[in-house]
């Protein structure tokens, strides 16, 4: 899978929670928090090298991809928690980002490591 249909794939999965009982506002702000994590997005706080530009040989392009999106949201739940929080707030919001969350872990095969506000929410991988 390219790069570029990752994003399109999470983004997309994102969309898709929206739709499970959270408020357009909560999925704009957390939809808004994630973009500027995303390389080369309009709000991107990133830039990208030659380096970083290159291909590179992956083993398991889904799951390298699922990685960067995890490590992209994670970044994006520690650097701005507000709307994160506010979603993981409203049961329905919580249950959908939560289930995301979790199938994403297992599909990269890591954690989420995120600062102590968040402890109270099961956001690890297996408690799906």
């Not at 994630?34 to 799951?63: C, F, H, L, N, Y």
Request: proline letters at 8%.
């Amino acid at each position: 899978m390219p790069q570029g249909r990752g994003w399109v794939a999470v983004l997309g999965g994102l969309l898709l929670w929206g739709g499970s009982g959270c408020s357009v506002q909560q999925q704009q702000q957390v939809l808004g928090a994630i973009g500027t994590m995303i390389p080369g997005s309009k709000g991107s706080s990133g830039s990208t090298s030659e380096a970083e530009a290159a291909p590179q040989p992956r083993v398991d392009p889904e799951r390298v991809d699922a990685q960067l999106v995890l490590q992209t949201l994670q970044r994006a739940m520690t650097d701005n928690p507000t709307p994160f929080q506010e979603c993981l707030d409203n049961s329905p919001c919580k249950l959908a980002l939560t289930a995301h969350l979790i199938r994403l872990q297992k599909q990269a095969g890591g954690t989420l490591e995120l600062p102590p506000i968040y402890d109270r929410y099961d956001l690890k991988r297996g408690k799906e």
